[in-house]
């Protein structure tokens, strides 16, 4: 198992579908996030868990919708999406504590493409 | 609030010579300092760190980069660029107590036969 999965690695949808990414982490960390890669963009933080609790939302569109269900899951879910939300999503997970220096380990990604 | 900057967009170097990718930063209180290698439809994969100690930190594949406090950079090199190394590379950044990184934008490099 690698450290930080993701699934789909790519996913095609419609304006009007209802989709989610998934990410699991097998490294035990109690920290993670999903970022946005786009195009010729800065990589955006969209929003963080700490021991699954929602500590950050980037001013993310309501559209996005992400769930934690304990520490080694998270989910991106997906409904009503815009053509302008096509991008490499990436989830991300990282041990935060006294000692600990916030190094991210980051999935493959999941290429969405909006059509 | 924390930043962080490459200047370059893109970085060209024949292969066999030596690479720089340039990295300034700006965070509260001692920084810890990343970089990344993206490589095409991939994730990030950590390439290197700098938490404390000596100014020179070695990492994977090669890379090392340097830690200057007073210029707050933290530039990624490789004496001998190799083709393989094309990728993108992205520098992070936190400052003390906060645990979320601040990316730069990011720097094509691309290594020439």
């Known amino acids: 198992e690698t450290g930080v999965t993701q699934t789909p690695r790519h996913l095609v949808m419609g304006m009007t579908n209802k989709k989610s990414l998934k990410c699991e982490q097998h490294?035990?960390?109690?920290?993670m996030y999903w970022y946005k890669q786009s195009a010729k963009k800065p990589l955006e933080l969209m929003f963080v868990y700490n021991f699954k609790e929602q500590t950050e939302n980037n001013s993310v569109p309501s559209r996005f919708s992400p769930e934690c269900p304990n520490s080694s899951h998270l989910f991106l879910h997906l409904h009503t999406l815009q053509p302008e939300d096509s991008a490499l999503y990436l989830c991300?997970?990282?041990?935060?504590?006294?000692?600990?220096?916030?190094?991210?380990?980051f999935g493959e990604g999941s290429r969405l493409t909006v059509l | 609030a924390q930043s962080v900057a490459q200047p370059e967009d893109q970085v060209n170097v024949a292969e066999g010579n030596p690479l720089t990718v340039k990295c300034t930063y700006s965070v509260s209180g001692n920084p810890y300092l990343f970089w990344y290698v993206q490589y095409p439809n991939r994730g990030l994969q950590f390439l290197l760190k700098?938490?404390?100690?000596?100014?020179l930190v070695k990492g994977s594949y090669g890379f090392e980069a340097e830690f200057n406090k007073s210029q707050t950079s933290f530039h990624l090199k490789k004496p001998s660029a190799l083709v393989s190394d094309s990728a993108l590379y992205f520098c992070a950044a936190s400052g003390a107590g906060s645990y979320q990184l601040t990316f730069g934008k990011g720097t094509k490099l691309s290594v020439i036969p």
């Open positions: 490294l035990g960390h109690n920290a």
């Open positions: 700098y938490i404390t100690g000596d100014n």
């Open positions: 991300a997970s990282s041990q935060v504590g006294s000692g600990d220096t916030g190094e991210l380990f």
